[in-house]
């Protein structure tokens, strides 16, 4: 989060002096600072996913988002799962936390290698649907 707000106030810093100096910023430059190079993880079998909505927890209308830190490996696979948000039902919980350790991933990319990576990982139960998406930290 400091890392965010610190950029926040350089490019907001930089923005001021560039326009004052009447120049453009320099956007390729801030790329390569910021990592430009790298790719997020991507699921490899997206409409497959591994979270099952229990019959009597769905009948009971009983719904909720479950967050999820999880590590996904150079080879894409999930080693470490940690429940950072629960639903408010342990069942729910329960399967996230299975489900993730599941998951197959397309690996983070920094350039052309591939790295490990922490993502958040929100797997939503509502009547109807089931999500789950990573969003690389």
Not at 107 to 133: H, S, Y
């Amino acid at each position: 989060m400091r890392k965010l707000l610190l950029l926040g106030l350089v490019v907001a810093t930089a923005a001021v002096a560039y326009a004052l100096a009447g120049e453009r910023l320099d956007f390729e430059g801030m790329k390569a600072w910021l990592g430009a190079d790298q790719s997020l993880p991507s699921l490899r079998s997206p409409e497959q996913l591994p979270f099952t909505y229990p019959a009597d927890l769905w009948r009971n209308g009983i719904e909720g988002e479950v967050m999820l830190k999880i590590h996904i490996t150079e080879a894409g696979a999930v080693d470490s799962v940690e429940l950072t948000g629960s639903s408010g039902h342990a069942r729910l919980d329960s399967i996230a936390v299975s489900g993730a350790k599941q998951l197959a991933y397309h690996p983070a990319l920094e350039g052309e290698q591939p790295v490990a990576i922490w993502a958040v990982l929100p797997v939503r139960f509502q009547r109807g649907t089931v999500t789950a998406t990573a969003e690389g930290r």
